[in-house]
């Protein structure tokens, strides 16, 4: 199983990413696929998250009304799109997959696959 994250990058404050997380290796069809991100001397926190078949969407508050996270299917692919972005959103993102959904979403210990990292900097 294999998560791969592209799209990372240095951004002004005020602007926009799209990260890219796509799944290969396995079917992903129940999965639960969430993002994460650890900041510099921080413990890694959630960020979103979607549900691979009915679509329903997670955010942590901070992020709320500023990321929408999307999938495509067909493309095995989930993404999250980061507007508005704060130098506070600075962090290594880390997407995820949980294979066995049971609604803990936002919690890091139910994800059972994890992709490399990619860096998203924010400057002032």
């Known amino acids: 199983v294999q998560l791969v994250e592209s799209g990372g990058g240095l951004v002004q404050a005020g602007g926009s990413l799209r990260l890219s997380c796509a799944a290969s290796?396995?079917?992903?069809?129940?999965?639960?696929m969430g993002w994460f991100r650890q900041a510099p001397g921080k413990e890694r926190e959630f960020v979103a998250a979607?549900?691979?078949?009915?679509?329903?969407?997670f955010f942590a508050d901070s992020v709320k009304g500023r990321f929408t996270i999307s999938r495509d299917t067909a493309k095995n692919t989930v993404y999250l799109q980061m507007d508005s972005l704060k130098p506070e959103d600075t962090a290594v993102y880390y997407c995820?997959?949980?294979?066995?959904?049971?609604?803990?979403?936002?919690?890091?210990?139910?994800?059972?696959?994890w992709g490399q990292g990619t860096q998203v900097t924010v400057s002032l």
């Open positions: 995820a997959a949980d294979v066995f959904p049971t609604g803990a979403t936002m919690s890091e210990s139910s994800y059972d696959y």
């Open positions: 290796g396995r079917t992903f069809s129940r999965s639960t």
């Open positions: 979607i549900t691979w078949s009915g679509g329903r969407t």
